[in-house]
């Protein structure tokens, strides 16, 4: 379809061009035509005029000098009918000015004859050298003056003619350039990012909180995702079966090395707003267990936040560091009990298949703790 534009734009532009030069021709061959015309005139004015001085030189005779004037005359008037009949409205008035100055150019010449015929040689002469020379250098001055008038109509509009050829190629280049451009193949291609999202889609929309201008973080390989998504389908399976508390410790072990963490904390409270305290660990000594003070659900900090907000929380690592945290909340069907959270390696905090891997474990998490009392969970283990 494009290329059908572009032919057509090329087409209707060469008919154009072919016939604004048509035109240009046509008006070129017309002001040749008139500029013969005025010549032919103005070589009429001038033999009259010599003719006219013949009269009453010596030599050839009245006769002969009055023929070769009656046919001057004759030519000029011819000359002057198609001049007026070519002119355009800037030359007209010149042209019927000429005319007139011809007639009157006439009507001297034949005063003269009748001082020849009377026997007046001096009373022609004094007419022939005043009158009549004056008389055919204005018609002669007023046939120029209409060449001149019609050669600047003629440059006037050839001029706008040129405009027009111009108009017409911009105007289609312009249209294939255009054309050009559509044609121009775009190659597409799909970033991992929204294969991540389309990979982890299931996850609650609540449960991510957008974290305060994130660092950017290199998109993750599609084969990446796809391997991270399988271990952790495996990994929530194996959460359904777990049937005691080192065996759910052990998951916790696996689902580090899924989110690439140094580190995992579970940290249960109450659906009424109990105090935070951590009752499961992976990565930590238990030396650094025993020295965790209990969380109170007001305290300013991401677990806090996450216990309190029932939202998973991000903190990015700072300039320097190479670790942050994504803290996700454990949501029973009675409301928020507690949160897990995980010091992630690399910056991956900010990925949203991160996010969502620690928020489905959570979610799991949530199942098993739930239907566990809380005196079997109150001593806090460490892999």
Known sequence: MFGAIALIAIGVAALLLIRTEETVAQRAAAMRAFDQRAREASDALEEARVGQHGYVAAGQGEAFWI?????????????????SGAATTSSRTAIEEARASANEFGNIDQRVREYLTSGQPLMAADIIFTEGSDMAATATRQVETARLAEHQVFDRDVADLRIQQATILGAAAAVVALVVLLLIPVRRTVKAPALEESSVSIAPARLVAPPPAPAPVPATPATTVNSLMRSAALLATDFGRVTDLDELTRLLG??????DASGLMVWMGSVSGGDLRPVLAHGYSSQVLARIPPVPRAA?????????????????ARPGAAIGAVVAPILSADGCIGALSAEIRGGSETSEVVQSIAAI?????????????????????TA
């Open 67 to 83: 023929a070769r004037v009656t046919a001057s005359s004759e030519a000029l008037s011819a000359a002057l009918e198609a001049l």
């Open 254 to 259: 696996r689902a580090a090395d899924v989110l």
């Open 300 to 316: 300013d900090n991401a677990a806090a936040k996450a216990y309190r907000s029932g939202t998973l929380q991000i903190v990015l």
């Open 361 to 381: 474990f959570a979610s799991h998490l949530a199942g098993v703790l739930a239907a566990t009392p809380a005196a079997e969970i109150s001593d806090t283990r």
